[in-house]
């Protein structure tokens, strides 16, 4: 018997895109910018007024500069700055606004949000959950198996695997290898020197996967693109970085996160307007949330 979908919220995402986006005309008692967050809670409200998800979790990240990737590879991530005080505040206020909608938010020190994320899909479809990933992020799009989705709510319809094969070109398990191949400039993992998007979309169009490509050594010159005469000797060259990258790529998903409770508790509606006074939203918020814990009415 299929249970009720499992909606995994990749948290990080949505709050970035609400503290470039929305002016900065919401502060807290402390003199704090509260944008970010008032933009993630509106989600969230919206969220849950539409889709009344019964199992729900938020995934944060809080592993940057300490994620065992920089294990295998230092300069991971190396390109991002970490957050000052004041959006900080913004991510842990995002943080207890998420557990006072009823939501469980799971955080690491050792894993990103995706093997969160990853984690607990691979847990929910065992259990008997659609899963549906809540996210803007591609990268995700690797985790999607059976009847799973992806959805960027706000923005655009949710896609299934056969979604992401005729947008990306690609199967969803054979995205980290693409991103292997070719790289990835925003979390600062270098690809193939000379192997762009469309030579490693033909490359696993016609091999599968990147064993198969490595273990074809002068057959990748079949591939009908431009310069694949010169593949094997490119790839050859770039062997050690494409060892090291595709130990980056993948999802893990067997992240160390302990028993964690999906099913979503009701609003604590006498936190939430406590916290809504502090973070200066008014009381428009509190409305919303009472008609949410009293759906039959």
């Not at 009344?52 to 700055?81: M, T």
């Not at 093997?115 to 479809?125: M, S, V």
């Not at 995205?175 to 979309?201: E, F, M, Q, R, S």
Request: hydrophobic share 45%; glycine share 8%.
């Amino acid at each position: 018997m299929m249970l009720a979908p499992l909606y995994l919220v990749d948290a990080s995402i949505y709050i970035f895109r609400h503290y470039f986006v929305l002016p900065e005309r919401w502060h807290s008692e402390e003199g704090y910018p509260t944008q970010a967050v008032y933009g993630f809670l509106s989600f969230l409200l919206s969220l849950l007024e539409q889709q009344q998800p019964q199992f729900i979790v938020a995934a944060f990240d809080e592993s940057l500069g300490s994620c065992f990737r920089n294990d295998i590879y230092p300069a991971y991530k190396a390109n991002r700055a970490l957050p000052d005080e004041a959006l900080a505040f913004q991510l842990n206020a995002c943080a207890e606004v998420t557990k006072l909608f009823g939501i469980t938010g799971l955080a690491s020190n050792s894993h990103e949000a995706d093997d969160i994320i990853g984690t607990l899909a691979r847990r929910g479809r065992t259990a008997g959950h659609q899963v549906i990933v809540v996210s803007r992020d591609k990268d995700l799009a690797q985790l999607l198996r059976h009847e799973d989705l992806i959805w960027d709510f706000g923005g655009g319809d949710a896609r299934d695997r056969e979604g992401v094969r005729q947008e990306m070109g690609i199967w969803p398990e054979q995205l980290a290898d693409y991103l292997a191949l070719v790289g990835d400039p925003v979390d600062n993992i270098p690809g193939v020197p000379g192997v762009g998007a469309k030579t490693a979309l033909a490359l696993l169009a016609h091999f599968g996967n990147l064993d198969a490509i490595l273990a074809a050594g002068e057959k990748v010159a079949e591939i009908p693109v431009r310069g694949a005469a010169k593949l094997s000797a490119k790839i050859t060259a770039g062997r050690e970085q494409l060892d090291i990258a595709r130990r980056l790529t993948p999802i893990d998903e067997n992240a160390p996160i302990g028993e964690a409770q999906s099913e979503r508790k009701p609003i604590m509606l006498d936190g939430l307007a406590d916290f809504c006074q502090r973070m200066g939203f008014g009381k428009a918020p509190l409305g919303r949330a009472i008609k949410l814990n009293q759906p039959d009415t």
